[in-house]
């Protein structure tokens, strides 16, 4: 069992390795990609006070890494 958490932690840290390369090659290609800015995000402005809440930014990341799990789950049955 132990065995099978270490590959695991293996494989997430070579993922995010292999993510955090590419977007460093990337040479900054995403800058103008909307994430974090998307229009259900609520921002609230006042003179002295700002508050931002990425929700729908939080629902985008959670709906698409949910699939990305499901589907790399699916591929080791």
């Known amino acids: 069992m132990?065995?099978?958490i270490g590959k695991t932690l293996v494989a997430?840290?070579?993922?995010i390795l292999l993510l955090g390369g590419l977007l460093w090659l990337s040479g900054?290609?995403?800058?103008?990609?909307?994430?974090g800015?998307?229009?259900?995000d609520l921002?609230?402005?006042k003179?002295?006070?700002t508050f931002y809440f990425p929700l729908a930014t939080s629902i985008l990341l959670s709906i698409g890494l949910s699939l990305l799990l499901?589907?790399?789950?699916?591929?080791?049955r």
């Open 47 to 49: 003179e002295h006070f």
């Open 37 to 40: 800015r998307l229009p259900g």
């Open 28 to 35: 900054g290609t995403f800058r103008h990609f909307p994430i």
């Open 12 to 15: 997430i840290g070579a993922g």
């Open 2 to 4: 132990i065995t099978e």
């Open 43 to 45: 921002l609230i402005q």
């Open 70 to 76: 499901w589907i790399w789950q699916s591929f080791l």
